[in-house]
């Protein structure tokens, strides 16, 4: 039951990629007890479920996902709000307010207009509907401030690093309060616009360098060096 990649290698849509019994995970699929690559990405196989991180990829809504958006119409009863994906989001104007929406009394442009940008959560999603959002926990709701940067998707869990440890690092050197959004929106916040930047940088290394070995270290010792300068 042989592999025919090793660990992280770049592959193509229709690579051959393993023969047996394995399971075809991300961005795969089998046929004849094959598994083939369906996007272009970064193989790996874990306990038999060959997989591949998609280079450049949309973000897939799941529940319970936090995410950035902007807002982009203003409707009667909400707001539809662009999530970096194929689906656009819909946040219903009862949720903001959080009381029954009243179209004679409430002017919504007031509360969120077309360009906001949103931290919000999804609220539910399936195949029939499109995703509902919601930004009625802490920490969810307009931004007021700060600076937005965008990566892959798929990179975000190579950010949060082992145990959160990447941003942790990041977060701790910068002083910077950072918000990782599962659609590849980041929100990063500090007290320096100096900062902000050093932790941009940072990030923008990680998504860079994602595939590599040793990467840790190396965004430990850039932030070392870029404090410093």
Same mark, same amino acid.
């Given at each position: 039951?042989?592999?025919?990649?090793? *660990?992280? !290698?770049?592959?193509?849509?229709?690579?051959? %990629?393993?023969? #047996?019994?394995? /399971?075809?995970?991300?961005?795969?699929?089998?046929?004849?007890?094959?598994?083939?690559?369906?996007?272009?990405?970064?193989?790996?196989?874990?306990?038999?479920?060959?997989?591949?991180?998609?280079?450049?990829?949309?973000?897939?809504?799941?529940?319970?996902?936090?995410?950035?958006?902007?807002?982009?119409?203003?409707?009667?009863?909400?707001?539809?709000?662009?999530?970096?994906?194929?689906?656009?989001?819909?946040?219903?104007?009862?949720?903001?307010?959080?009381?029954?929406? *009243?179209? !004679?009394?409430?002017?919504?442009?007031?509360? %969120?207009?077309? #360009?906001?940008? /949103?931290?919000?959560?999804?609220?539910?999603?399936?195949?029939?509907?499109?995703?509902?959002?919601?930004?009625?926990?802490?920490?969810?709701?307009?931004?007021?401030?700060?600076?937005?940067?965008?990566?892959?998707?798929?990179?975000?869990?190579?950010?949060?690093?082992?145990q959160g440890s990447m941003i942790n690092?990041?977060?701790?050197?910068?002083?910077?309060?950072?918000?990782?959004?599962?659609?590849?929106?980041?929100?990063?916040?500090?007290?320096?616009?100096?900062?902000?930047?050093?932790?941009?940088?940072?990030?923008?290394?990680?998504?860079?360098?994602?595939?590599?070995?040793?990467?840790?270290?190396?965004?430990?010792?850039?932030?070392?060096?870029?404090?410093?300068?």
């Amino acid at each position: 039951m042989p592999t025919f990649f090793e *660990k992280k !290698q770049l592959v193509i849509p229709g690579d051959l %990629l393993a023969e #047996g019994e394995y /399971i075809a995970g991300d961005n795969t699929y089998k046929e004849d007890n094959r598994i083939y690559a369906s996007r272009i990405g970064l193989a790996n196989c874990t306990h038999k479920k060959v997989s591949i991180v998609a280079l450049k990829a949309f973000y897939f809504p799941k529940v319970a996902d936090i995410i950035i958006g902007t807002v982009k119409e203003v409707g009667f009863s909400g707001w539809t709000v662009n999530i970096n994906s194929p689906y656009i989001a819909l946040l219903r104007a009862s949720d903001v307010l959080n009381r029954s929406f *009243k179209p !004679q009394n409430d002017e919504l442009s007031q509360v %969120l207009t077309a #360009g906001d940008l /949103i931290v919000a959560k999804i609220a539910s999603f399936d195949r029939y509907h499109d995703p509902q959002l919601t930004v009625g926990e802490p920490g969810l709701g307009k931004i007021t401030r700060g600076q937005i940067l965008n990566i892959t998707p798929t990179k975000i869990p190579r950010v949060i690093g082992r145990q959160g440890s990447m941003i942790n690092n990041i977060k701790k050197a910068t002083n910077c309060q950072i918000i990782l959004g599962k659609n590849g929106v980041i929100l990063v916040t500090g007290k320096d616009p100096k900062d902000e930047e050093i932790a941009i940088a940072a990030i923008n290394k990680i998504e860079k360098e994602s595939h590599t070995s040793g990467l840790t270290d190396r965004i430990t010792q850039f932030l070392n060096d870029e404090k410093q300068k």
